[in-house]
């Protein structure tokens, strides 16, 4: 426990969520109200792991370029905080949690008043045989990066060598763009028919179509079975259950699970994704010493009313904004997301925000869907490039639902106005009077978004007639 009239508040997670709780609870009570104690695993902390692939494909540099603040920094504004130091259990009963030192394994209890828990996700990493080779990479960390970078630097490089990503999800194909930058012959197993699930598949064969174009090979339902490897216990081929991939490096894009374990074990709420619940200040539910944010929690879905998992830094930033507020005797909430999200594969850009026909049907919604050609510029401007918008909207009421874009250079950003109406609870009709800017080098004069929403105000109607 802290010092007389003085709180402990222990941080579990270096990284976005649990830097920018310490950050902000600094803000608000100095060294001598609040002691501050952050404990992280890793070599990096307050880091962009979304920079991650393109570190490894050469756009920037890395790994400082993506740290956002040092630990010397953190360390300066009087946070205590401890590299390569592991908690191994939390006693929420007695206020207090097991940390182990990496370097020389010694073990100690550190007692707290109030725990912050960002120990963010953890890459799904399924139980084949050689999964473990070397040369297969997971890339969650930037100590995940680096290991893949000196994979890559070993390799040289030389023409003819091949990549093998396994899955294609964000990471996965932002990555077979990096692999594919750095001259290997890239192949993408994905188990779906489409990359980007987090897509309705029509939307996702605009990016496969567009990936077959660069050069990526990319196979539809393959289940992998196993990772072969050589006499000299490298990988060398990914099997699926009807052939063998050959590789000399292969990255798993299987996506992220929230790391919970050791709240599992110490009997706090989870949710249906296995994410930490908490209320609307970000606490633990149950539990009033505790808070928890970043990729370890589940969030409220604006639009479907239910409890989701979205491990994005944009979110994790903010949840610890609203918990060092919270432990600081200040207030604030996180009220909850809509699932917008951005990628690219080279001058392909891919947006999302809402909900996909299916999680309409889960949620038992009833809907139409529309989607409509347009371009990013009035069609006679220069470099005017196409893209493709879909949008459901909710039957009767016509409440935009979702939206999907797929397009070149000025389309993913255009899913923000999606977003906001989404976050507002505006209708498709509403949507098509927004006082968007508007000039040649920028929009047609109806911006494509809003060709979508005038399309599906008329399916709306059509349907209620």
Known sequence: MGQLGRERL?????????????????????????????????????????????????DVDGPDRLIARTPEAHRERGIDLRLRTEVTELDPDRGRVR???????????????????????????PPLPGIDAAGVHGVQTLDDGRA????????????????????????????????????????????????????????????????????ITTVAGAEVTKILTGDDGRVRAVATEDTEYPADVVVLGLGVAPETTLARQAGLPLGEYGGLLTDLSMRVRGREDIWAGGDCVEVLDLVSGRERHIPLGTHANKHGQVIGANV????????????????????????????????????????????????????????????????????R???????????????????????VALTAGMTVEQVTALDLGYAPPFSPVWDPVQVAARKAVAAVRKAGA
């Open 148 to 215: 893949l970078i000196e994979t890559l630097t070993g390799l040289n490089g030389a023409p003819g060598r091949r990549a093998v990503v396994v899955g294609a999800g964000y990471i996965g194909v932002e990555m077979a763009e990096a692999l594919l930058n750095r001259g290997y012959e890239v192949t993408l197993l994905n188990r779906g028919e489409q990359p980007m699930s987090t897509l309705d598949p029509d939307m996702g064969r605009l990016v496969r179509e567009a990936m077959d174009g660069l050069g």
């Open 328 to 395: 600081a005797g200040g207030y604030g909430t996180f009220p909850g997301v809509v699932g917008t999200a951005v990628s690219k594969v080279c001058s392909l850009e891919i947006a999302r925000t809402g909900l996909r026909e299916k999680d309409a049907h889960a949620v038992g919604l009833r809907f139409v869907t529309v989607t409509v050609e347009s371009t990013s510029r009035a069609g006679y401007y220069p470099g005017a490039a196409p893209m493709t918008v879909k949008m459901l909207a909710e039957l």
């Open 99 to 125: 940390v182990r030192d990496a370097e020389s394994g010694a073990e100690s209890w550190e007692g707290y008043d109030k725990l912050v828990v960002a120990t963010g996700a953890r890459p799904v990493r």
């Open 10 to 58: 222990l941080i579990i997670g270096g990284d976005a969520a649990g830097m920018s709780a310490a950050s902000q609870a600094r803000r608000l009570k100095g060294p001598d109200e609040l002691e501050i104690v952050a404990f992280e695993r890793g070599n990096f902390t307050s880091y962009s792991a979304c920079g991650i692939p393109y570190w490894v494909g050469g």
């Open 397 to 419: 009421t016509g409440r935009l639902l979702g939206c999907q874009i797929v397009g070149r250079e000025g389309a993913a950003k255009r899913v923000d106005i999606a977003a």
